[in-house]
């Protein structure tokens, strides 16, 4: 069984900072691409930002230049560094991975998602 549990979500002030992480877990060959979406109430998730095994990065615009994603592979581990937080940085946020189950050719790969983990901007 495959998990990705996410840590890291909570209050902060508007200009204010949190780090997300999410490991995953269970029967895996290895993690491909991570990232994050987010969806606020009343919105549809959106994309954050993801990276790749051998860390290459994308942000969404609105996200650019206030939160850096990273990972530790050898923890199956995602980051997201949140800085300069905004109001309308509230969400639900969530990652996903891309996990390789089977080393065949092509890959048999599938997508999972964690459960999401609060992040409330407040002023």
């Known amino acids: 069984q495959v998990q990705l549990v996410e840590s890291g979500g909570g209050l902060v002030q508007d200009g204010g900072s949190l780090r997300l992480s999410c490991a995953a877990s269970?029967?895996?060959?290895?993690?491909?691409?991570m990232g994050w979406y987010r969806q606020a109430p009343g919105d549809q998730r959106e994309y954050v930002a993801n990276?790749?095994?051998?860390?290459?990065?994308n942000y969404a615009d609105s996200v650019k230049g206030r939160f850096t994603i990273s990972r530790d592979n050898t923890k199956n581990t995602v980051y997201l560094q949140m800085d300069s937080l905004k109001l309308e940085d509230t969400a639900v946020y969530y990652c996903?991975?891309?996990?390789?189950?089977?080393?065949?050719?092509?890959?048999?790969?599938?997508?999972?998602w964690g459960q999401g983990t609060q992040v409330t901007v407040s002023s």
């Open positions: 996903n991975a891309d996990l390789i189950m089977v080393p065949t050719a092509p890959p048999e790969e599938r997508r999972y």
């Open positions: 990276i790749t095994r051998g860390g290459g990065t």
């Open positions: 269970g029967r895996f060959f290895v993690a491909n691409t």
